[in-house]
């Protein structure tokens, strides 16, 4: 009977884990993977960043320059990191841009990033980051509503969707926003989301957003005017129309600060893992779903497609590595600050042959969340930068981590 449970882990896991014999079949038993033998690449430290001490922040990836920008969060202060493999190291931007507001953004171009909700004071504000024009931040417009916990997401060549949030874990907002880049105006729209909520997820459907348009998948969220309760239930923004329309059937488990990710840009399929079924962390979920554009629903899951831990606040990144599509990063166990909840060791999602698996991947050196991750130029090299993080006091730090 051991021999089989033994080999039961050794399928699901890896020959380096350290097994519990008696209880193996257990998957957090045979959860850890040593760093020095994990699967599908390493992690590094790379750089401290001191006094930045960034988290609830946003990282800007410009690759053209191969440059990224640090802004927000915590920290009030917006860095420059260097992303040559060579010259790992960080600057400080010569610009007084303060803010511990920072919400969401994306960037816009080779050398421009928005920034939403970038006033603690007045979480209205948008305003343009300009890497070419010697760095500068300048207010360029402002949303209807006052938003936190909310998501922006580019749908075509000119506008940018808004949606979620609430103003101060008050006033949570069912409204939906369009910005307009090039006339700065926010308008908006006459449809809404059956409930307010927060923290839920925004995926564009498709691979050119800005030339062709995409749709856009709105996934759960918390339900602060019922009770904090997270819902299930998932809708498709149509940028032909700017018309709202449920998803038949609902995901496996209610879901609040889950993650999403896009599988396949061609049939729109999207994996979604973790988060908690309130907006209270108390509980998280190892369970995953996966919708499925072309057909408009939830597609069947296995039963054995689990996280092999309960996550919330973690990060998912799709990869150009075909047996490492998408690398799981951080988390919590629950929404707890308690060191044992967490998450250094990363998840690997791969399907080959129409068959899905996930197993555990490299360990970072430090638990973290609150985090960004940024995909490099050359598809394998991620940077794990900043978070609430487990194991140093200032809470900063970058990590790179190479598919291998």
Same mark, same amino acid.
């Given at each position: 009977?051991?021999?089989?449970?033994?080999?039961?882990?050794?399928?699901?896991?890896?020959?380096?884990?350290?097994?519990?014999?008696?209880?193996?079949?257990?998957?957090?038993?045979?959860?850890?993977?040593?760093?020095?033998?994990?699967?599908?690449?390493?992690?590094?430290? /790379?750089?401290?960043?001191?006094?930045?001490?960034?988290?609830?922040?946003?990282?800007?990836?410009?690759?053209?320059?191969?440059?990224?920008?640090?802004?927000?969060?915590?920290?009030?202060?917006?860095?420059?990191?260097?992303?040559?493999?060579?010259?790992?190291?960080?600057?400080?931007?010569?610009?007084?841009?303060?803010?511990?507001?920072?919400?969401?953004?994306?960037? /816009?171009?080779?050398?421009?990033?928005?920034?939403?909700?970038?006033?603690?004071?007045?979480?209205?504000?948008?305003?343009?980051?300009?890497?070419?024009?010697?760095?500068?931040?300048?207010?360029?417009?402002?949303?209807?509503?006052?938003?936190?916990?909310?998501?922006? /997401?580019?749908?075509?060549?000119?506008?940018?969707?808004?949606?979620?949030?609430?103003?101060?874990?008050?006033?949570?907002?069912?409204?939906?926003?369009?910005?307009?880049?090039?006339?700065?105006?926010?308008?908006?729209?006459?449809?809404?989301?059956?409930?307010?909520?927060?923290?839920?997820?925004?995926?564009?459907?498709?691979?050119?957003?800005?030339?062709?348009?995409?749709?856009?998948?709105?996934?759960?969220?918390?339900?602060?005017?019922?009770?904090?309760?997270?819902?299930?239930?998932?809708?498709?923004?149509?940028?032909?129309?700017?018309?709202?329309?449920?998803?038949?059937?609902?995901?496996?488990?209610?879901?609040?600060?889950?993650?999403?990710?896009?599988?396949?840009?061609?049939?729109?399929?999207?994996?979604?893992?973790?988060?908690?079924?309130?907006?209270?962390?108390?509980?998280?979920?190892?369970?995953?779903?996966?919708?499925?554009?072309?057909?408009?629903?939830?597609?069947? /899951?296995?039963?054995? &497609?689990?996280?092999?831990?309960?996550?919330?606040?973690?990060?998912?990144?799709?990869?150009?590595?075909?047996?490492?599509?998408? &690398?799981?990063?951080?988390? &919590?166990?629950?929404?707890?600050?308690?060191?044992?909840?967490?998450?250094?060791?990363?998840?690997?999602?791969?399907?080959?042959?129409?068959?899905? &698996?996930?197993?555990?991947?490299?360990?970072?050196?430090?638990?973290?969340?609150?985090?960004?991750?940024?995909?490099?130029?050359?598809?394998?090299?991620?940077?794990?930068?900043?978070?609430?993080?487990?194991?140093?006091?200032?809470?900063?730090?970058?990590?790179?981590?190479?598919?291998?």
């Amino acid at each position: 009977m051991k021999y089989l449970l033994y080999s039961l882990c050794l399928f699901l896991c890896c020959s380096a884990c350290t097994w519990n014999l008696d209880h193996c079949d257990e998957r957090d038993d045979c959860f850890f993977v040593p760093a020095d033998t994990a699967l599908c690449g390493k992690f590094r430290a /790379i750089v401290t960043l001191g006094d930045f001490e960034p988290y609830r922040h946003l990282s800007f990836y410009f690759p053209e320059r191969d440059r990224l920008v640090v802004v927000g969060g915590n920290s009030n202060k917006p860095f420059l990191y260097d992303t040559d493999v060579l010259n790992d190291q960080i600057e400080p931007i010569p610009v007084d841009f303060t803010t511990s507001g920072t919400e969401a953004g994306l960037v /816009i171009n080779e050398t421009q990033a928005l920034i939403f909700g970038a006033n603690e004071s007045n979480s209205k504000e948008i305003w343009l980051f300009d890497l070419a024009d010697n760095f500068q931040f300048t207010k360029v417009g402002e949303m209807n509503f006052s938003r936190k916990f909310f998501e922006v /997401i580019r749908v075509n060549q000119d506008e940018i969707l808004i949606v979620g949030g609430n103003q101060d874990f008050i006033s949570p907002k069912d409204s939906l926003e369009i910005f307009n880049i090039n006339t700065s105006e926010s308008r908006t729209l006459t449809v809404a989301l059956p409930q307010n909520r927060i923290a839920i997820t925004a995926t564009a459907l498709g691979a050119d957003c800005i030339n062709n348009g995409c749709d856009v998948l709105i996934t759960g969220g918390g339900d602060f005017e019922g009770g904090g309760s997270a819902l299930n239930d998932a809708f498709i923004y149509q940028n032909s129309d700017e018309s709202l329309k449920t998803v038949d059937g609902q995901m496996q488990d209610k879901r609040v600060y889950h993650a999403a990710v896009l599988l396949d840009a061609n049939k729109g399929r999207v994996l979604l893992t973790g988060g908690s079924d309130h907006v209270n962390g108390n509980i998280a979920t190892t369970s995953v779903d996966i919708y499925n554009h072309e057909s408009q629903s939830f597609e069947s /899951i296995p039963n054995n &497609l689990l996280l092999f831990q309960p996550r919330l606040f973690h990060t998912m990144l799709k990869t150009n590595h075909p047996e490492c599509q998408v &690398l799981i990063m951080g988390g &919590l166990k629950r929404n707890s600050i308690d060191l044992s909840n967490f998450l250094a060791q990363c998840e690997i999602y791969q399907s080959i042959d129409d068959r899905a &698996l996930i197993k555990p991947s490299a360990v970072m050196n430090f638990g973290r969340y609150n985090h960004t991750t940024t995909l490099l130029n050359d598809g394998s090299t991620i940077l794990a930068v900043g978070g609430n993080t487990a194991g140093t006091d200032d809470g900063s730090g970058v990590e790179k981590y190479t598919v291998e």
